[in-house]
């Protein structure tokens, strides 16, 4: 695993979701990047009780997450072709600039899932 930090403008800030029978919760945050010719949108997600700390972030805000990278493989049965797939969870963030305020505001993580 690797740990690195991405920083952008909140687009998109989902609803918690939760799957399987022992309740793992994820909420999906996308930040907007302008890189001048295009913008570049960057999915970054948040398990567990990660997922309530999004609640200090508004979309406009921008903000600076530390995240790390996880991948997994995916195959149906052994006849059918493998699949990878890779996620940016979020470890912490910090707010960097709110939209309708000012100043800094950093949300440490808890433990690490």
């Known amino acids: 695993m690797s ?3 991405v920083r952008g403008t909140v687009h998109v800030i989902e609803e918690t979701k939760t799957f399987g029978q022992k309740g793992f919760r ?5 930040l907007e990047q302008d890189k001048g010719r295009f913008t570049n949108y ?3 997600e948040f398990v567990q009780d990660e997922c309530d700390k999004v609640d200090q972030m508004s979309v406009g805000d921008e903000v600076e ?5 996880n991948g997994r493989k995916w195959q149906r049965d052994e006849n059918s072709e493998v699949k990878y797939f890779l996620n940016a969870e979020a470890l912490q ?7 309708n305020a000012g100043g800094s505001t950093q949300v440490p993580s808890s433990a690490v899932i």
């Open 93 to 99: 963030f910090v707010i960097v600039n709110e939209k």
């Open 26 to 30: 994820k909420r999906l945050v996308v």
């Open 65 to 69: 997450i530390t995240y790390r990278l």
């Open 3 to 5: 740990e690195a930090k």
């Open 42 to 44: 960057v999915p970054v």
